[in-house]
């Protein structure tokens, strides 16, 4: 059997990786001149930097063997000592940094949150994961942005910063952007809101030494990976596929498995086109809008401080903030992240107004000190032609009630996988990897009844 | 000056036409082997029928200019006779055709109506539509869906059904799909949510003799239209652009006008990429979903049960439909919409089974003589690879408000052109032509200073 894989991201080469083991022919066509999708690697003053894809989290158990596997480890995320910044209001306030998730605040406020939290929780655990528009109530949950519910259902200013920030932070995107209804969604595929907020326990966990984007390269060892190959056609029939790339080279193949953001998969050609409804899908989730930005100090002056290098803010442009220095301490990194509304004002700057005003919130948030970093790097992925948004795309309204039963499904002989068809941990790398497993399987399992079927035919035909 | 448009539905050959008057040199590249884009002529029994958009508002002052200049005509919908037949709870009512704006209900539905058609046209008239975002509370408002605001102003469920049937009517989506204000900027862009339901005085008044799509035929004429001619890559710098085809053809220009829905402008290659904002833009605004739908009687029998052939009702698949016989009378058509959710279900069937939910919907309405038509046609937009969706783009909740200053302005010499450009009559064939010749006028003024300045910059030099 011969398979193309269009995309050379953590879910295509996990998809390829897979569909050799089973035997087959693979070719992973990639229109970058590297592997690794929204996984890159960059380097601030000779430290390895995430620019994209960072952390691991608790029970990513199939990225947590594919790391051991490909001889690689991790490091815990820098948590324990110091406390986390958190200013949603006016007053800011110290939360240590094992407890981060909920905030202490002042009493009316902290009843406010933790209520808000408990009722988020209690309607997420009934939606199932693996269909969200079949919760009985699905079509109310779809029909309202996360922004009213959270306008109905949190009564003071502090509260609602919460879950804005947490909405920017989790879904690169603001509460207007989504459906009610994948919000919850998002938050059980991930097991519940403070996961995807912890550290310990959580979301952010562990990173992988010498960057996430070192598992790409690793895996994609032994794979026949044609870079700068960028597609432009998929012709699929009854009998195989034919996918062509815009220098107009032709692979053909009996399967194609497109491993790229749903919003890009939609601008390919297709040929027969795709049905109305795939085609509407794809129209219907865009990619979140984040850049991540990186300062570099000769030390982690913040631990002095008492301050773990954690920061929830409601004031942007950067909110959310993280210490990513060497575990040798040798310089001191910080990570801003620029997000949904913030980012979209931000990028529209000149490449000296943007540094300027996320070390103005660096300055903010840990003092003078910040004021010069001997060095700065930032990466917008909405500017990316070949991403265009991270971390990965949101429902709005409507589209899971609308067009969620035709997420995953296969059309014909063109197959699907990526972050965003994960049913556990989606948007995640372990999301990403275990969709791409789940699509190789799906692959397989269906030639092999075809083989079947033409073998008891030939049967007959004797 | 040289100019490329791609793509030759309305706004296309308009910015086309007025860029030629301007003594423009103008290619249009097209990817069908007909204009005319969402326009598109058919027939059924011998007689024409607009398969795409049909009707000519009052106020649609471009489009009745562009007729009589093309030496057309036009009719008035078929309105006088007859009533309108309203079904929104479980009681059908007559209504008076004129007045089939606001049916009668019983007392507490009808009062719940008014005030909820009141209150919705007193906040629509805030909105200004040249920029919604700038609208004092643009932020609440473009923050949740159409449907909540519904379900919160609105308290019998007739009220509400009016409100979702219109929607589904004037938007081909579901209220859940919408942000409230792209609700309220449309209707004050067609002067209210009143005229984009009416006939008489309203969006649906007139339509074209021999079809709409015969506008864009004569519109064609001496236009240089490349047919079956797809875009893939537009290049694009200082001193120029050049258009390149799927076939590899390149066009070069100063200037190019994609004259293309927003979802498939998104989906060419730009080199350079576009910047951000305008990429995510596109991300964001998927086309409606409808099919158009006829059959063919031996007579308009239903005019002589004292119907005008018109209805509304809260039950599928079809749930508003027009009589669009041929002002003879010779037979009787009956045109039938299937629109938003109710047209993803259909979609998914056979043929034969869209065929018979259609003519049941119409049985339903009009009594057994609807049983047997002698024909049946069928078009759905969400199929066509060129279109992927009518009547136009909606925004989801935050859209407008994000990304709604970067939808008119040109990047470099990349302009923008269509219905969903338009300050004034958005998504009618008007607001296409405005905003064609609109972008032709646009690109004109950016060459003249242009070339004033090289003319001063000669006398300097001599």
Same mark, same amino acid.
């Given at each position: 059997?011969?398979?193309?894989?269009?995309? =050379?991201?953590?879910?295509?080469?996990?998809?390829?990786?897979?569909?050799?083991?089973?035997?087959?022919?693979?070719?992973?066509?990639?229109?970058?001149?590297?592997?690794? $999708?929204?996984?890159? +690697?960059?380097?601030?003053?000779?430290?390895?930097?995430?620019?994209?894809?960072?952390?691991? $989290?608790?029970?990513?158990?199939?990225?947590?063997?594919?790391?051991?596997?490909?001889?690689?480890?991790?490091?815990?995320?820098?948590?324990? =000592?110091?406390?986390?910044?958190?200013?949603?209001?006016?007053?800011? !306030?110290?939360?240590?940094?094992?407890?981060?998730?909920?905030?202490?605040?002042?009493?009316?406020?902290?009843? /406010?949150?933790?209520?808000?939290?408990?009722?988020?929780?209690?309607?997420?655990?009934? *939606? /199932?994961?693996?269909?969200?528009?079949?919760?009985?109530?699905?079509?109310?949950?779809?029909?309202?942005?996360?922004?009213?519910? @959270?306008?109905?259902?949190?009564?003071?200013?502090?509260?609602?910063?919460?879950?804005?920030?947490?909405?920017?932070? *989790?879904?690169?995107?603001?509460?207007?952007?989504?459906?009610?209804?994948?919000?919850?969604?998002?938050?059980?595929?991930?097991?519940?809101?403070?996961?995807?907020?912890? %550290?310990?326990? $959580?979301?952010?966990?562990?990173?992988?030494?010498?960057?996430?984007?070192?598992?790409?390269?690793?895996?994609?060892?032994?794979? /026949?990976?044609?870079?700068?190959?960028?597609? =432009?056609? @998929?012709?699929?029939?009854?009998?195989?596929?034919?996918?062509?790339?815009?220098?107009?080279?032709?692979?053909?193949?009996?399967?194609? %498995? %497109? =491993?790229?953001?749903?919003?890009?998969? $939609?601008?390919?050609?297709?040929?027969?086109?795709?049905?109305?409804?795939?085609?509407?899908?794809?129209?219907?989730?865009?990619?979140?809008?984040?850049?991540?930005?990186?300062?570099?100090?000769?030390?982690?002056?913040?631990?002095?401080?008492?301050?773990?290098?954690?920061?929830?803010?409601?004031?942007?442009?950067?909110?959310?903030?993280?210490? %990513?220095?060497?575990?040798?301490?040798?310089?001191? @990194?910080?990570?801003?992240?620029?997000?949904?509304?913030?980012?979209?004002?931000?990028?529209?700057?000149?490449?000296?107004?943007?540094?300027?005003?996320?070390?103005?919130?660096?300055?903010?948030?840990?003092?003078?000190?910040?004021?010069?970093? !001997?060095?700065?790097?930032?990466? /917008?992925?909405?500017?990316?032609?070949?991403?265009? +948004?991270?971390?990965?795309?949101?429902?709005?309204?409507?589209?899971?009630?609308?067009?969620?039963?035709?997420?995953?499904?296969? !059309?014909?002989?063109?197959?699907?996988?990526?972050?965003?068809?994960?049913?556990?941990?989606?948007?995640?790398?372990?999301?990403?990897?275990?969709?791409? @497993?789940?699509?190789?399987?799906?692959?397989?399992?269906?030639?092999?009844?075809?083989?079947?079927?033409?073998?008891?035919?030939?049967?007959?035909?004797?």
């Amino acid at each position: 059997m011969k398979v193309v894989v269009v995309g =050379a991201g953590l879910a295509g080469l996990a998809a390829g990786h897979e569909l050799r083991r089973a035997g087959a022919e693979v070719v992973v066509l990639e229109a970058r001149d590297r592997v690794g $999708g929204r996984l890159e +690697g960059g380097e601030i003053e000779g430290f390895p930097i995430d620019l994209g894809g960072t952390w691991i $989290g608790e029970g990513h158990t199939r990225m947590h063997a594919l790391v051991e596997e490909l001889g690689l480890e991790t490091v815990r995320t820098w948590n324990d =000592a110091g406390k986390v910044l958190v200013q949603l209001g006016r007053r800011r !306030v110290l939360v240590e940094g094992a407890k981060g998730a909920v905030p202490r605040l002042n009493p009316v406020a902290l009843a /406010d949150l933790a209520q808000g939290l408990a009722r988020f929780g209690r309607l997420a655990r009934a *939606v /199932d994961p693996d269909q969200p528009w079949g919760h009985p109530r699905a079509e109310l949950l779809d029909g309202q942005t996360f922004e009213t519910w @959270i306008r109905r259902n949190l009564r003071t200013p502090s509260g609602r910063a919460y879950f804005r920030v947490a909405t920017e932070a *989790v879904f690169s995107a603001d509460a207007s952007d989504l459906s009610l209804l994948h919000a919850l969604f998002y938050a059980v595929s991930n097991t519940d809101l403070e996961t995807l907020l912890a %550290v310990d326990r $959580g979301a952010q966990q562990d990173r992988v030494v010498g960057g996430a984007a070192v598992v790409a390269d690793r895996l994609a060892v032994g794979l /026949d990976v044609r870079f700068s190959t960028p597609v =432009a056609m @998929i012709a699929h029939g009854d009998t195989g596929v034919t996918v062509t790339t815009h220098a107009g080279e032709g692979f053909a193949a009996d399967r194609v %498995v %497109v =491993a790229l953001p749903p919003t890009l998969a $939609g601008r390919l050609r297709y040929d027969p086109p795709l049905p109305a409804w795939r085609d509407q899908l794809t129209q219907k989730l865009p990619a979140g809008t984040v850049a991540k930005t990186f300062a570099a100090y000769p030390t982690p002056f913040w631990r002095e401080q008492g301050l773990n290098g954690q920061v929830a803010c409601a004031a942007g442009p950067v909110k959310v903030t993280f210490d %990513v220095s060497p575990a040798s301490a040798e310089i001191g @990194i910080l990570l801003g992240f620029v997000e949904g509304g913030e980012a979209r004002r931000w990028q529209r700057l000149t490449e000296a107004e943007r540094r300027e005003a996320v070390v103005d919130s660096f300055v903010r948030f840990f003092g003078p000190q910040a004021a010069r970093p !001997v060095a700065y790097v930032e990466k /917008d992925w909405t500017s990316e032609e070949f991403t265009r +948004g991270c971390y990965g795309a949101h429902f709005a309204p409507g589209v899971w009630t609308s067009y969620g039963d035709v997420l995953r499904p296969p !059309v014909g002989r063109i197959h699907w996988a990526g972050a965003e068809y994960a049913v556990e941990w989606n948007g995640y790398m372990e999301g990403a990897v275990r969709s791409g @497993i789940a699509t190789a399987q799906e692959v397989v399992d269906t030639v092999r009844p075809a083989q079947r079927r033409k073998r008891s035919q030939t049967s007959v035909t004797r």
